[in-house]
């Protein structure tokens, strides 16, 4: 069984590239003034690392199907504010116990909401944009040990308890959107902290400005 470290959310190298790369390209240059201003709403469909843990396993749960929906009000061309259903989807899977031959059936989801405020970059064509918020993420998962081979090196282990559990962490992120008219079409990946571990989306879709 492959064990995994839990680390606090934070941006990917790519996305602070594309930040910096969106600042420099920027200048001193002002916010589009054919921002669409208003009420929006949408969503996004990709993957999802769901990153459960039980007492027997850490890390588990990888590359789900995900989606999220989305409302937001952008009252300024700089800032908006947005609520989002997430749902990282259902993972499940066999491993093996650390230094031992016991079988492991694992499964896990997460799904819950959102809360986030949007900081977008002046920049030309294309808004990049960065967030952080708080999300409230329901977790399950599970952990059933199978029979150890003949031979094999079988320590005595028992099923855990199963995980269900909801709680309330920070997360952040970033990404991209391109406009035509009133729709947005949008690429980003956001990255949370919850029981376990550190889940992350990586997602596209749109939204439509009313």
């Known amino acids: 069984m492959r064990e995994w470290r839990n680390h606090m959310p934070r941006l990917t190298t790519a996305a602070v590239s594309l930040a910096c790369a969106a600042l420099l390209a920027s200048g001193a240059g002002a916010a589009r003034a054919d921002d669409l201003l208003g009420y929006y709403f949408g969503g996004t469909y990709g993957k999802a690392t769901i990153?459960?843990?039980?007492?027997?396993?850490?890390?588990?749960?990888?590359?789900?199907?995900?989606?999220?929906?989305?409302?937001?009000?952008?009252?300024?061309?700089?800032?908006?504010?947005?609520?989002?259903?997430?749902?990282?989807?259902?993972?499940?899977?066999m491993s093996v116990y650390t230094n031992s031959n016991v079988p492991l059936t694992n499964s896990a989801s997460r799904k819950g909401e959102g809360a986030f405020g949007i900081l977008y970059l002046p920049t030309p064509v294309v808004d990049f944009y960065m967030k952080a918020g708080l999300a409230k993420l329901h977790t399950t998962a599970t952990t059933i040990v199978g029979t150890c081979p003949k031979g094999g090196v079988c320590p005595p282990l028992s099923n855990p308890l199963p995980v269900d559990s909801t709680g309330v962490g920070v997360a952040g992120g970033g990404g991209m959107m391109y406009r035509f008219h009133s729709l947005e079409i949008r690429a980003e990946y956001e990255r949370f902290a919850a029981l376990g571990g550190n889940p992350y989306l990586v997602t596209g879709g749109f939204t439509w400005t009313f």
């Open 51 to 93: 990153d459960a843990s039980t007492g027997l396993v850490s890390g588990f749960g990888i590359h789900s199907s995900a989606y999220s929906i989305i409302a937001g009000w952008r009252p300024m061309s700089e800032l908006s504010a947005e609520l989002q259903y997430l749902d990282f989807g259902h993972s499940s899977g």
